[in-house]
């Protein structure tokens, strides 16, 4: 009974430990992923707001793109879905803040970075 109280609190630990590590761990930018989520989600936004879907996307996008990796949304803008939708990533900027996205400051300085190469996307 003992080994069995002492082993449920061992799994105990690892799960608080892990609740706590797991929010931390940076997520990582698929570029093609994402842009796959904006045409399904956004590619509809030209004549009306965007919807929830849209909007958790791009909330999603700028996340990473602003917590780990500021060439996330560089890379959107030479990905060929991305492409097919005929969108700038100024206008993922504008469509965030219409969402109410909390960073569009920040958003806007890294899209303008990416226009003027400051951050370069990835190739390939």
Known sequence: MEASRSHHHHLLFIV??????????AELCETHDLANE?????????KKPPELPCCEVLE???????????????????????????????????????????ATIEAQKIVDGCESGRWIPPIG
């Not at 904006?38 to 030209?46: A, E, H, N, P």
């Not at 602003?66 to 504008?94: A, E, M, Q, T, W």
Request: aromatic letters at 10%.
């Open 16 to 25: 608080a430990l892990l609740a706590l590590i797991g929010p931390a761990v």
């Open 38 to 46: 904006v045409y399904l989600y956004c590619s509809k936004t030209r």
């Open 60 to 102: 999603n996008i700028f996340r990473i793109t602003i917590d780990s990796d500021p060439n996330c949304i560089c890379s959107l803008d030479v990905d060929s879905i991305f492409l097919l939708i005929g969108y700038g990533l100024n206008h993922l900027v504008r469509l965030y803040a219409i969402c109410g996205g909390p």
